[in-house]
């Protein structure tokens, strides 16, 4: 288990990293999400299998639902708009609002303490109430149902 634990937060970096990378240089010209992923430095200098897999599923993911993340993020981000956000809490967002939505065998509890433990190793002294305050309103709404049946805490 702690292993997987490992493997799964090495793995977020990784996701994170990259997500983050293409806020500066977005995709254009050829670049499929495949193609960005895999010439990737973060993924390039990772040795574990499992990490690189895990990582490509939530980058891929993320990727594909990008403007559904973005709008469930700006719903929950009152008096903040998604181009006010700074682009390490939006990559952190995207990353965990995903996490939350559709892994179903990460617990929110989980998907919440892996952004948080991201926003203090990559953000600054606001991110982690900023980015609590949104994956904690969101885990609550799934919680009720308002997602519907996806899973609970």
């Given at each position: 288990?702690?292993?997987?634990?490992?493997?799964?937060?090495?793995?977020?970096?990784?996701?994170?990293?990259?997500?983050?990378?293409?806020?500066?240089?977005?995709?254009?010209?050829?670049?499929?999400?495949?193609?960005?992923?895999?010439?990737?430095?973060?993924?390039?200098?990772?040795?574990?299998?499992?990490?690189?897999?895990?990582?490509?599923?939530?980058?891929?993911?993320?990727?594909?639902?990008?403007?559904?993340?973005d709008k469930t993020i700006s719903d929950y981000s009152r008096h903040w708009k998604l181009e006010r956000i700074a682009r390490v809490e939006l990559a952190i967002l995207r990353l965990s609002?995903?996490?939350?939505?559709?892994?179903?065998?990460?617990?929110?509890?989980?998907?919440?303490?892996?952004?948080?433990?991201?926003?203090?190793?990559?953000?600054?002294?606001?991110?982690?109430?900023?980015?609590?305050?949104?994956?904690?309103?969101?885990?609550?709404?799934?919680?009720?149902?308002?997602?519907?049946?996806?899973?609970?805490?």
């Amino acid at each position: 288990m702690s292993q997987n634990k490992g493997v799964r937060r090495k793995g977020r970096v990784v996701a994170f990293q990259i997500l983050y990378g293409i806020s500066f240089v977005p995709p254009h010209g050829g670049w499929t999400p495949e193609r960005i992923y895999n010439l990737s430095p973060a993924v390039l200098q990772e040795e574990s299998e499992e990490v690189i897999a895990f990582a490509r599923e939530l980058f891929l993911g993320v990727y594909r639902d990008m403007d559904k993340l973005d709008k469930t993020i700006s719903d929950y981000s009152r008096h903040w708009k998604l181009e006010r956000i700074a682009r390490v809490e939006l990559a952190i967002l995207r990353l965990s609002v995903f996490e939350l939505l559709h892994k179903p065998d990460i617990p929110l509890k989980v998907a919440i303490n892996e952004g948080i433990e991201l926003a203090k190793k990559f953000g600054d002294g606001n991110s982690r109430n900023f980015i609590n305050g949104i994956l904690d309103a969101i885990a609550r709404d799934i919680d009720h149902g308002k997602f519907g049946d996806i899973k609970s805490f």
